[in-house]
């Protein structure tokens, strides 16, 4: 290893755990994945999942705590971590770290979520997320928009280095229950890219009409042959896609740059979105999360 372990960090979210040995500043020296997110685990068998992925580790580097994020402390998960109110910080995700029952309470913290409400505003909530958008900024950013695009894409507004609100958008969801289940995917021939497809999906949705008038589009184009089928997965996804990116810049009061924090090649589409809005992007590496147990982690003074 290059650098000296510091503390076993572990992002388990609903479909995937992973965990690394980490330095001070959250540079990975080991690291493992496992398909065994929240859903994955039975009740009661959080501790032995937790063995079975980290235990070799947990002797080798006796000294190092855990700290995780994610779904492992929702409801459904190994122990439930509060949602923190927004604005939310660094010091306040440190002092809200919550310990499983068990042989491990002394040795494995998890971070709460954050969560947005008030009077007259619709509530929103994250797990995990919150920590990947501190491990996302630059370390002398104070205020920026950060975009986190996934199953359940989050649009978040960072200012003073504080997370002051955010919101979810269900793209992948949705994208995946149409893509596949709704008559929309009847016409459909596979699912490869097509870039062409999916740069008329984002001109779409910049047209008026609406979201739910621009998605019988898929199924309307092709039946009049001005799209043909191999395209039309492509332009579903750009169509919502395009629909996410114009209501998260209006949200987060219309930056000129947005923060990309997930996998590359979700990223580069994102890119391509807010470059029809004239904003630019800066797209972080896949470490963020790790970065941000480290820096909640130090503020705990769990390590130095």
Not at 39 to 51: D, H, K, P
Not at 138 to 148: I, S, T
Not at 165 to 193: C, D, P
């Amino acid at each position: 290893m290059s650098g000296k372990a510091a503390f076993i960090g572990i992002d388990w979210g609903t479909s995937n755990l992973r965990a690394a040995v980490l330095d001070g500043d959250g540079a990975v020296l080991r690291a493992v994945a496992r398909p065994l997110g929240v859903l994955a685990v039975a009740a009661g068998r959080f501790e032995a999942v937790f063995e079975d992925v980290v235990g070799p580790w947990l002797g080798e580097f006796a000294a190092c705590p855990v700290v995780a994020c994610g779904m492992v402390g929702s409801r459904q998960g190994w122990c439930e971590a509060p949602y923190l109110p927004c604005p939310c910080d660094e010091p306040a995700l440190a002092a809200g770290l919550v310990h499983p029952p068990g042989r491990y309470a002394g040795r494995v913290s998890i971070v709460p979520g954050a969560m947005v409400a008030g009077v007259g505003r619709a509530p929103d909530v994250m797990r995990g997320e919150e920590v990947q958008v501190f491990g996302a900024l630059a370390p002398d950013a104070e205020d920026a928009v950060v975009c986190l695009p996934g199953t359940h894409s989050k649009w978040v507004v960072v200012r003073g280095r504080s997370i002051e609100h955010f919101a979810t958008h269900m793209t992948g969801e949705v994208f995946e229950l149409l893509g596949r289940h709704s008559i929309l995917a009847k016409l459909m021939e596979g699912e490869a890219f097509d870039a062409s497809g999916f740069r008329a999906g984002l001109a779409r949705a910049r047209e008026p009409g609406g979201l739910l008038h621009h998605l019988f589009s898929v199924r309307a184009l092709n039946l009049v042959g001005r799209l043909p089928g191999t395209a039309l997965h492509a332009f579903l996804s750009g169509v919502l896609l395009g629909h996410e990116v114009a209501a998260g810049l209006v949200l987060s009061g219309s930056p000129l740059e947005v923060v990309l924090a997930g996998r590359p090649e979700l990223c580069g589409l994102y890119r391509e979105a807010l470059a029809d809005h004239d904003v630019a992007a800066v797209v972080a590496d896949d470490g963020a999360s790790f970065r941000g147990l480290a820096r909640v982690a130090r503020r705990a003074g769990l390590i130095s």
